[in-house]
């Protein structure tokens, strides 16, 4: 089910506004950000990744509603939606306090109020810090407070504006913990990063951002896991669909394997070479991107997409229907 | 002015002498009525012109620091030509009264509140307003948490304004009179009646107003350098 709908969605400022900063500053009549249309699925971690200034910011506090589109509409399904920002503003009071005051504005019942607030710090963790004085927490504390204090309303849809770009690496993984299992419970979880390990372990949906536009995802994200390489020289990662490739051997709790398109070469044989990955596959489709790269999406199994120069596919004859093997490197595989 | 004078001062001081007590009641009393108007009036203002951009923005805030400045004399002799006789609001006979003072008062202390109360504010984390907005605050409720959150900046502004009425002399002398046990302040006595040779009095009372002025000095201090910081 769809959560969230953007059509035809143009945003510039109408006029110059010194104060309200929009990630970049904003100058009259420009275009800062053009989405014709972007669906965000209800109950799945969708991840902006883009540089600074690609327009992250802007689409999150569209999708929040502190900035209105000059053009187009976006549709909401939740009626809550709360934006957590990069560098919360914590209420100078105590950590139960603000993630209380939503609820107090909202005359709800003081016990329930108690319950759901210590149901909120329980959930990022942070029982032992109610009374702790809020500006006096460190970034990544303050960063779980300020979620807290959006998860107290019980929001249909979590927004959150690069929620790991200032904080440690441990409390990175109680964030991403944390977003897990909202969005398995049902919640939208809409957030930008800087962070590729953290883009890839957490999204369901990559969102790839420049100038102000969505571009297509130049990497192919394979869901799945790594497999025990034992005494052998070479990893093994299964994709979800059966299939295995081959990866670089590394421990730990791997659950995405991420090839760059541009690293798969593809050929109408069997390559020989030092190569370890060779997939056969059909071609499903063949679409243009930019003046001389073509996407080939190829059905290996599990989905494949590899990045050519136009003049391979005119030299292959690739098109839609044709058996290609798809070819690279172990070493080209990063696990995340 | 001689030795005597100081140690009748000093006595003065630990008899609570009876019109030394009234003197420096008069005078709290004006500055502290004045200060909660002109604070019910201008901080208000203050927040609603921080928390909004329009045309002319820039010209009234700059108008409003200028008048932080007003020379004193100044202002008596504006609301002087209201309250005389002859002027517009003559009938109501409040010249030379308390009400009038606290009048004068008042205006001086408008643009103090205003001014300190706006710079701070606009001072507040720009993010402020985005997330009272997104989670889900109404307009009051917004406003409010603003001046909570801007509490030190209002305080400091309420404490700076009470502190320059408290120890003027021009408004006080143009619009009370000096009359005694009516409108007779630390300022207008000091004033008046170390011309007059009191020096004892005026020495008493130049001790409670240095206590006053050390007094709202230390509290804006504090709250500057212990609170300010978490504000």
């Known amino acids: ?336 | 002015m001689n030795r005597e004078a100081f140690v009748e001062a000093f006595h003065l001081l630990l008899s609570l002498d009876r019109e030394l007590v009234l003197i420096t009641f008069n005078s709290l009393r004006f500055a502290l009525a004045s200060t909660v108007i002109a604070s019910i009036i201008a901080t208000p203002l203050g927040v609603a012109i921080a928390l909004r951009e329009f045309r002319g923005k820039r010209f009234l805030v700059s108008t409003a620091h200028t008048l932080m400045g007003l020379p004193t004399v100044v202002v008596g002799l504006l609301v002087f030509s209201l309250l005389s006789r002859s002027g517009p609001l003559g009938g109501l006979g409040l010249l030379f009264s308390p009400a009038a003072v606290i009048i004068g008062q008042s205006v001086l202390a408008l643009p103090i509140v205003f001014s300190l109360v706006y710079s701070g504010l606009s001072r507040l984390d720009p993010e402020l307003r985005e997330t009272l907005l997104t989670l889900g605050a109404s307009p009051l409720q917004r406003t409010t948490k603003i001046i909570q959150e801007g509490r030190i900046a209002v305080a400091s502004a309420i404490l700076t304004a009470f502190g320059r009425v408290v120890g003027e002399v021009g408004t006080a002398m143009m619009l009370g009179g000096n009359i005694r046990w009516y409108t007779r302040t630390i300022t207008t006595a000091i004033a008046l009646e170390t011309q007059k040779g009191a020096f004892a009095l005026s020495v008493a009372l130049g001790v409670v107003l240095l206590i006053v002025a050390f007094g709202v000095n230390f509290g804006l201090n504090y709250l500057i350098r212990f609170r300010g910081s978490v504000a």
């Not at chain 1, 500053?25 to 275009?31: E, N, S, V, W």
């Not at chain 1, 989905?303 to 080209?332: D, H, N």
Request: one cysteine or more; hydrophobic letters at 40%.
């Open chain 1, 1 to 336: 089910m769809i959560n969230m709908h953007i059509r035809g969605v143009r945003f510039s400022y109408g006029e110059p506004r010194p104060r309200q900063a929009a990630g970049s500053a904003g100058q009259a009549g420009q275009t800062l950000l053009e989405i014709p249309h972007l669906a965000i699925r209800e109950g799945t971690i969708s991840v902006l990744i883009g540089d600074n200034g690609s327009g992250k910011t802007t689409l999150l506090k569209l999708l929040a509603g502190l900035l209105a589109p000059s053009s187009g509409t976006i549709e909401t399904a939740s009626e809550t939606v709360v934006l957590v920002h990069q560098r919360p503003y914590l209420f100078a009071e105590s950590v139960r306090a603000n993630v209380t005051w939503p609820l107090k504005i909202r005359r709800v019942r003081r016990d329930e109020r108690r319950d759901r607030v210590d149901r909120a710090l329980e959930q990022v963790g942070l029982t032992a810090f109610a009374r702790r004085w809020a500006p006096s927490l460190s970034g990544g504390e303050k960063q779980r407070v300020a979620i807290a204090r959006a998860l107290v309303l019980q929001p249909g849809a979590l927004l959150l504006d690069e929620p790991t770009s200032t904080i440690d690496a441990a409390s990175v993984r109680a964030i991403e913990t944390v977003l897990r299992r909202l969005a398995d419970g049902g919640t939208t979880v809409v957030m930008s990063t800087h962070n590729e390990a953290s883009a890839y372990r957490l999204a369901d949906e990559l969102i790839s951002m420049a100038g102000g536009r969505l571009v297509p995802l130049r990497v192919n994200i394979l869901h799945g896991s790594a497999l025990d390489h034992g005494e052998e020289h070479i990893g093994r990662f299964r994709v979800t669909d059966g299939k295995e490739i081959y990866c670089p051997t590394a421990t730990g709790d791997f659950t995405r394997a991420v090839v760059r398109m541009e690293d798969i070469i593809l050929s109408t044989e069997e390559m020989t070479g030092s190569a370890q990955n060779h997939l056969f596959g059909t071609v499903r489709a063949v679409a243009a991107v930019g003046d001389e790269l073509v996407r080939v999406d190829l059905d290996c199994g599990f989905s494949l997409s590899a990045l050519v120069t136009q003049r391979s596919v005119e030299e292959l004859c690739i098109a839609p229907g044709m058996q290609v093997c798809a070819t690279f490197k172990a070493s080209a595989v990063c696990l995340y």
